[in-house]
């Protein structure tokens, strides 16, 4: 059975705390591994670790940042397919997610390529006279990065490349569950030549997440996650000084017009709610059927979801995996039972479906004529799970969106150019989808929600990334009149 371990000051480190998390392959239910929970021994060495690195990283020269920032990009590019089989073994992605993680973090890591441009700050001479006056960005020291089990090898490189370019130095804690990907990642950001203690990697729980939270040296901390935790970890974090970016649940809603293309709506709704087994947070979770489209929308989806081919990932014909663990497979159906239970019409019962394997599968549910009072609805389900809610006009979809207390994302689907970019104004929301279904940024943008989605004022990765991880300075400067200086520059000299 494998075991994973911490990477700190680029050696394998074992936890002195004698715990152990189960490592699953979710496909056939079987334990694969086992990973070390770091004690707060480990999370301190680990810090001292990056402090010490600071001293020396924070002065290298932007060519060299650069320089190891493409050599990292190289090697990603290159074991492309390593990671992303890495992500099939231990979360269940089918083989076309895995690469597309894979691909979006690579985004993030060329953003980062070009980041002397964006570092560049400000110079303002004379300001007054025989003053001048300029802004510096400089980094802020040790950061952590707390991820989530969904995207294990993407949300790290929505950080740590941004962080280290700025000057800055990372402690890296990846979700416990499948934590092969992001650990490989950090032997690869060694390979590419970071001196030790630039990138270190400590896997754990609550114990490890608390320390890093409290630690007086760190000064910055990236989180992705569950409304819940977003709020301990931004709470918790700014109590003791720190930096906090924390980026919550969601729950993503998709408007379909009467006069949207049906068949380009309905393939959306069924790959954006069940891609991943729904378990991400840029999922559509909630469409929003407006007017006489709701029937023929419902049939069309149903249509599609009959033909998903789902199982395990290492299968080329896989167009969705199982969920990430025993337990949150239950409680998804659990949410299925309690949506009919509470009078929406189950029109697909994902729990119908029967698997082979022992591996942690569900079907893909379809629930109709959901009220905005419901489990389904109000609960960010985080499972191929999709809720139809029927209303009148497109006003009443736009202030459904308002009362949801989520603010992640927002799709809508019509032919009509004024509706559409009249819903780029309307909709509560940080990004917003026009007949696109996930609108997740490039990485030349930034990545975050509102309202119970994001805590904190800094979005994720891209301009505000940069922003996050580094603080500015401001100099101003006199010096003395040339021409009344006692050494000779040659100037005429007043009498």
């Known amino acids: 059975m494998r075991k994973i371990t911490h990477l700190i000051d680029a050696q394998s480190v074992e936890s002195t705390s004698g715990n152990v998390g189960p490592v699953y392959n979710p496909a056939t239910g079987e334990q694969t591994g086992e990973v070390d929970l770091a004690s707060v021994a480990e999370v301190d060495l680990a810090v001292e670790s990056s402090k010490n690195a600071f001293q020396e990283w924070g002065n290298v020269s932007i060519a060299r940042r650069v320089k190891l920032l493409h050599n990292f990009r190289n090697l990603v590019i ?219 929308l419902v049939d069309a989806i149903k249509l599609r979801m009959e033909k998903l081919v789902i199982g395990p990932g290492e299968n080329t014909d896989s167009e969705m995996g199982p969920l990430i663990t025993r337990e949150h497979r239950d409680k998804v159906a659990g949410y299925i039972e309690a949506g009919e239970s509470e009078g929406a019409r189950l029109v697909v019962d994902g729990r119908e479906q029967n698997f082979e394997s022992n591996g942690f599968f569900i079907g893909v549910s379809l629930l109709d004529h959901v009220k905005t009072d419901m489990s389904v609805y109000k609960d960010e389900i985080f499972g191929p799970v999709l809720s139809v809610v029927r209303v009148d006009n497109y006003n009443q979809a736009v202030e459904m969106i308002a ?26 929301a940080g990004m917003v989808g026009i007949n696109v279904p996930i609108p997740v940024p490039v990485g030349y943008h930034s990545f975050g929600g509102w309202n119970n989605s994001l805590f904190g004022d800094t979005t994720m990765y891209g301009p505000e990334g940069l922003n996050f991880f580094t603080r500015p300075k401001v100099i101003t400067s006199r010096w003395p009149d040339p021409t009344t200086s006692q050494v000779d520059l040659g100037f005429p000299q007043n009498n």
């Open 78 to 296: 290159e074991n492309e397919m390593e990671i992303a089989s890495r992500l099939t073994q231990e979360h269940g992605k089918v083989a076309d997610d895995a690469r597309g993680e894979v691909a979006r973090g690579i985004e993030n890591i060329e953003f980062a390529c070009g980041f002397a441009d964006s570092l560049k700050g400000t110079y303002s001479e004379h300001a007054s006279t025989g003053v001048d006056v300029y802004t510096v960005r400089q980094p802020l020291g040790v950061c952590a990065g707390i991820t989530p089990f969904n995207f294990p090898a993407m949300v790290p490189l929505w950080m740590i490349p941004n962080a280290v370019a700025c000057g800055n130095t990372f402690v890296l804690k990846p979700s416990e569950r499948d934590p092969s990907a992001p650990r490989f990642l950090i032997e690869l950001i060694q390979e590419a030549g970071f001196p030790p203690g630039v990138v270190n990697l400590v896997n754990g729980d609550k114990t490890a997440v608390d320390r890093l939270l409290e630690h007086p040296d760190i000064a910055a901390v990236s989180f992705v996650g569950s409304t819940p935790i977003a709020k301990y970890v931004y709470s918790t974090g700014t109590s003791t000084g720190k930096r906090i970016q924390a980026l919550g649940g969601a729950k993503n809603h998709m408007l379909v017009l009467p006069d949207a293309d049906l068949d380009l709506a309905a393939d959306a709704a069924v790959s954006a709610a069940y891609g991943s087994a729904g378990e991400r947070c840029m999922a559509i979770s909630v469409v929003v059927a407006i007017g006489d489209i709701a029937d023929p």
């Open 403 to 428: 009362n949801n207390p989520y603010g992640n994302g927002a799709a809508i689907f019509t032919r009509d150019g004024g509706t559409a970019r009249q819903f780029q104004q309307d909709a509560d």
